[in-house]
């Protein structure tokens, strides 16, 4: 969306600049479970998100897609520099909806099944990309070099 890395690493850390969840062929922000791939919405069914119950998913699709696309990027960002999600131990999350936390925090725990990171959670207002993106999360990864 700007002009700088996703990920840069300075010794043996990788430092993750806020990640939203924009698709980055359409640039378009990830709005429902269509907008996210199936092996996703396979992993938000058990835990009681992808109902196909319209009057359900329509007000919890936005944050929990969201979520789910960006915490599987930062995945993805730790791949690409050698680590995993269990070398992913600070999270900044800023939130434009303080109350979209408890959805994203279930969601998180599928990524960190047994030991959350070192967190830090902030609700603003004016300072994401765009009225739709709903959360950004920028992460710090500790991977010594081989």
């Not at 010794?11 to 429902?32: E, K, L, N, W, Y």
């Amino acid at each position: 969306m700007a002009n700088y890395a996703a990920a840069k690493r300075v010794g043996d850390f990788v430092f993750m600049s806020g990640i939203v969840a924009v698709d980055p062929r359409s640039r378009h922000v990830v709005a429902s479970y269509d907008d996210i791939p199936e092996s996703g919405r396979a992993a938000l069914r058990p835990l009681g998100y992808v109902t196909t119950q319209m009057t359900v998913d329509v007000f919890e699709a936005p944050i929990v897609a969201q979520s789910w696309f960006v915490l599987e990027r930062i995945r993805q960002l730790a791949e690409e520099h050698g680590g995993d999600m269990g070398d992913v131990f600070k999270l900044v999350q800023y939130f434009r909806h303080l109350h979209h936390y408890a959805p994203y925090n279930r969601v998180r725990a599928l990524f960190y099944p047994d030991d959350p990171p070192v967190s830090t959670v902030l609700e603003v207002t004016r300072f994401l990309p765009g009225d739709q993106v709903l959360v950004e999360v920028e992460a710090t990864m500790y991977k010594p070099l081989a």
